[in-house]
């Protein structure tokens, strides 16, 4: 078999795949033209977005949208994130586009904000997973927005990563987990948030909250008054164990934290303070200034490079509970649960 040297991660790419047909090139690039004519052929695409990569389809190819499923291994009946390079794309989509979701709109976007909006007939049940709403966002990374542009059509993304696993903030987080299933990984760079988008929906005359993410309840509230918070299990994506390193992954109070048995390998994913003696190859502290920011962009990073040390558990804390530390909180949540 014939191999090709990628350059950009210094390992060989094999060129056979089971999920498409032609010869694999550098798995991860920057060539935005090459990424479009791939998801115009009905192939996927990892794109890069501010908050976390998506694994893109075109959302009018029904085999295109299916394969995310089968490549993520994602259930169906949780439905997806479509995104948009405009307004005009995105009243192709919805029956209505009410005025404080046009607020929001205004204010946040193109951003890292999803808002839940009523779904037109002829989307795809699985974008839907059924239901007559729809999630969409224009985002706001450069590379994605010029991808956008040259296609004709919105783009459908979840996280890139295999479901219920970390989510990828760089090209190489999303080749580790999909790189042999996919044919281009568009390296747009580290995501400068590093979480999630935040989920509102817009269904009812009240906006409501549906997941935490990079835009904090504060600052939405701004704009918005007060939000209910209506995380329901199958829409806002909780099904149980998510964000999930394969290591035990446990939060601990600061008190046990200090103690760490001499019988186990391990690892710490600490907010600002360094705990000594544990070494700084197994130790991720996100912000040394304290800053729940650098700590909400550096979490999924960490989790991944912990993950990677043969650690018998890795070990974190509740963040302060404010802004984004509700957020990484949550992660961390989903994170440990069995
Ligand atoms: O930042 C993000 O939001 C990233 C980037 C790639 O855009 N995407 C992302 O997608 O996090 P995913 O699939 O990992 O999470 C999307 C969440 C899921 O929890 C899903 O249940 C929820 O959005 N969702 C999608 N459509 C929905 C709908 N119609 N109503 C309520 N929730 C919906
Ligand atoms: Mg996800």
Redesign the pocket.
């Known amino acids: 078999m014939e191999l090709v040297w990628n350059t950009s991660l210094q390992k060989c790419s094999k060129g056979s795949n089971p999920f498409h047909s032609s010869f694999q090139i550098d798995v991860i690039g920057k060539d935005i033209l090459h990424a479009v004519s791939l998801l115009k052929k009905g192939e996927l695409v990892a794109?890069p977005?501010k908050?976390?990569?998506?694994?893109a389809a075109n959302v009018w190819n029904k085999k295109a949208v299916e394969n995310i499923f089968t490549i993520k291994n994602?259930p169906h009946d949780?439905?997806?994130?479509v995104?948009v390079g405009s307004i005009s794309q995105l009243l192709s989509l919805v029956t209505s586009f009410p005025p404080i979701a046009q607020r929001l709109a205004e204010k946040f976007w193109p951003g890292?904000l999803?808002l839940?909006l009523p779904?037109k007939k002829g989307i795809s049940p699985l974008?839907?997973?059924g239901?007559s709403?729809?999630?969409i966002?224009i985002?706001d990374h450069a590379m994605t927005m010029e991808l956008l542009q040259k296609l004709s059509c919105p783009l459908a993304?979840?996280?890139?990563n295999i479901f219920g696993n970390i989510?990828p903030t760089t090209a190489f987080h999303v080749d580790a987990q999909l790189g042999e299933r996919l044919p281009y990984i568009l390296d747009g760079g580290a995501c400068c948030l590093g979480?999630?988008?935040t989920?509102v929906?817009c269904i009812s005359g009240k906006p409501v909250l549906?997941?935490l993410?990079?835009i904090t309840e504060e600052v939405l509230e701004k704009v918005v008054g007060k939000l209910s918070y209506v995380s329901?299990l199958?829409?806002?994506?909780?099904v149980g164990r998510h964000y999930s390193p394969r290591t035990v992954f446990l939060i601990k109070s600061m008190e046990e934290i200090r103690y760490i048995p001499n019988d186990k390998k391990v690892g710490l994913l600490v907010f600002s303070k360094p705990i000594l003696p544990i070494t700084s190859s197994r130790q991720r502290v996100l912000s040394l200034q304290g800053s729940l920011e650098e700590a909400g962009r550096k979490l999924f990073s960490a989790m991944h490079y912990l993950d990677q040390q043969n650690l018998d558990e890795i070990w974190t804390h509740f963040f302060p509970n404010k802004g984004l530390g509700n957020t990484i909180n949550e992660r961390l949540i989903r994170a440990s649960q069995d």
């Open positions: 794109i977005t908050t976390v990569y998506g694994l994602r949780n439905p997806l994130i995104h890292a999803t839940i779904s974008i839907t997973a239901q709403t729809i999630a966002r985002p993304a979840p996280s890139a989510s979480l999630e988008s989920i929906s549906n997941r993410g990079a329901s199958k829409t806002a994506g909780k």
